[in-house]
């Protein structure tokens, strides 16, 4: 598909950030791979894995062949300027502004022939900080709950358009029930793999990200996961 000054996909490569994450850490573990060991502090082994380091050589081979553009224009392929795109339900506001398009979505892939489905998931939450007074604590806990009812994630996705939380709201969503959207809904429910669960987790998702970055730009993607071990170290201490 990649033809002329038409790129196979945007993969929305220059957003940078939690982005990457989000999108490139579902590669890793279809790879059976992942960025933190289970005691949610080591990243040695994990984030700089073989595992890893195939998910990033991937990447980096999909720009060194110019399938993807690493610096893509805003709105590429709305505007005709690549054949695919990789990114989220939010996406749909943008494709809406295009009534001419057609377009439609597909399962996000996966690492190999026979390797385990892994797809994105998670965006905002709602948390109870550790310095809550006793007196707030319960009407806290009573808003969290509020918010994260069937009803309020139907409300939020008529607000937002997001997926909903919770799996009774997606049955009362018409959307999520017929294409395209019923994609999304059959991820979430099946191969959704979540982010790992770290109060490290801004400083480990920070450097592979930054990672990826490097790998895009010419960095030696084992390189480059070394890096990120030797800078969550320090930011870590």
């Known amino acids: 598909m990649t033809k002329d000054d038409v790129y196979g996909i945007d993969m929305n490569l220059k957003s940078g950030g939690e982005w990457n994450t989000f999108a490139f850490l579902p590669l890793v573990q279809s790879f059976g791979g992942q960025i933190v060991a289970d005691d949610g502090k080591t990243v040695d082994g994990s984030i700089n894995s073989d595992k890893s380091v195939q998910a990033l050589s991937y990447i980096k081979k999909l ?15 709305e505007n005709g300027k690549a054949a695919m795109l990789l990114s989220g339900p939010w996406e749909k506001g943008t494709l809406d502004k295009y009534p001419d398009l057609k377009w439609g979505i597909m399962p996000y892939p996966v690492s190999k022939k026979g390797a385990e489905a892994a797809s994105p998931c998670g965006s905002w939450g709602f948390y109870m900080t550790k310095d809550c007074s006793p007196e707030k604590q319960k009407a806290a806990v009573e808003l969290i709950k509020f918010l994260t009812s069937t009803e309020s994630c139907i409300a939020m996705n008529k607000a937002n358009g997001m997926p909903p939380a919770r799996a009774t709201a997606f049955d009362k969503i018409d959307e999520f029930k017929k294409e395209p959207f019923n994609i999304i809904t059959e991820q979430l429910q099946n191969t959704a793999k979540v982010r790992p669960l770290t109060p490290n987790y801004p400083v480990i998702s920070d450097q592979f990200s930054k990672a990826i970055t490097n790998t895009i730009h010419g960095m030696d993607p084992k390189q480059a996961l070394d890096e990120a071990v030797k800078q969550v170290g320090v930011q870590v201490k």
């Open 63 to 77: 720009v060194d062949d110019k399938v993807v553009n690493p610096t893509p224009i805003d709105n590429s392929f």
